[in-house]
């Protein structure tokens, strides 16, 4: 450490101001590079238990500056000016939102707000690593964070933003990479592929779902939900159908273009396992399947809506079976 210590920055300089009415610090926290952070006895002992216990032990051979009592550190200035900033009374917003920069300091923010015990802290950063945004955009790295620092309900949830991204990507690279051990990556690779098998089985089942006129009753693949009635490609009777379109009840078949859509969605469905693939790929057609259902006057007005039924009990179940 360096022997120049230098003051914080504002709130933390110490410095005074005419139009403030607060008491002024009465104590200085100083970091491992040569900060100090001037604070106030009472607001740290309200927030933290440590703290608390410290200062009802204080003694006057304590190292002091400018008659205020130091505590030296270990953690550099970066972190306790933010483990500060969420430990004092909110000022505005902007001190509770969590950056993509800010994931840097994460970890040791974290461990930080544990060793020091400022429980509502360690609560306000897991509340900010929930935000849709952040996991959205950072889905892998958040796991990785959570399982690091032991916070279940954030992995789990992290987790679960994966499947919106092909696989688990091979290229990783931040930081907390290096501190994970490889069975953590194999485990959610596990679960992506598990996911992914759940996905095409829903999928599937919307084949062969309404076999022989009997509709599922729990999965209810084989109705149309707005419309209520049956599904345009389960549709059985053979005069309004263009020959050659489908569907043949006696073997139990759907509209031959029906599959064929099924079958081209499947991988895609299978790479990206959740509910809003659902939503977005089953009602869009190829033009191979565009072109086999102009070919049937039956089907052609009636797909487009029922697409979107189904899609929608698709990612439902989807949702529901992995646990969103």
């Known amino acids: 450490m360096s022997d120049v210590v230098k003051d914080a920055l504002c709130p933390f300089s110490g410095a005074s101001h005419p139009q403030d009415t607060n008491p002024p610090p009465d104590f200085i926290l100083r970091t491992s590079d040569g900060v100090d952070f001037h604070v106030h006895k009472q607001i740290l002992a309200f927030v933290s238990s440590l703290f608390s216990d410290m200062f009802a032990c204080s003694s006057s051979d304590d190292l002091q500056r400018d008659g205020k009592p130091v505590l030296q550190l270990t953690e550099p200035q970066i972190i306790i000016h ?26 040791a923010l974290h461990e930080a707000a544990q060793k020091y015990q400022l429980v509502h802290v360690e609560r306000l950063i897991v509340q900010m690593l929930m935000d849709d945004t952040l996991l959205a955009a950072h889905p892998h790295r958040l796991f990785v964070i959570a399982v690091l620092r032991g916070i279940p309900d954030l992995a789990e949830k992290a987790a679960l933003r994966t499947l919106r991204h092909p696989v688990c990507p091979l290229d990783l690279a931040f930081p907390e990479m290096r501190l994970i051990t490889a069975d953590v990556l194999q485990n959610l690779y596990a679960f992506h592929r598990a996911c992914c098998a759940k996905a095409e089985h829903t999928l599937r089942r919307a084949f062969d779902d309404y076999v022989d006129g009997v509709r599922d009753s729990e999965q209810r693949l084989g109705e149309s939900e707005s419309q209520n009635r049956t599904f345009t490609w389960w549709y059985h009777d053979a005069s309004r159908h263009q020959s050659g ?27 990206v396992p959740v509910g809003q693939t659902a939503l977005e790929e089953i009602p869009r057609v190829s033009k191979c399947v565009s072109a086999l ?26 949702d529901k079976a992995n646990g969103e």
């Open 82 to 107: 933010r483990l500060l900033c969420l430990a004092y009374p909110g000022r505005s917003r902007q001190q509770y939102i969590c950056s993509e920069a800010d994931l840097d300091h994460i970890p």
């Open 245 to 271: 379109c489908g569907p043949e009840h006696d073997q139990g078949r759907a509209a031959e273009w029906f599959y064929t859509h099924m079958e081209q969605l499947l991988p895609r469905l299978s790479a």
């Open 293 to 318: 259902l102009r070919t049937c006057s039956f089907c052609a007005p009636r797909a487009k809506d029922d697409l979107v039924d189904i899609a929608k009990q698709v990612a439902r179940i989807i």
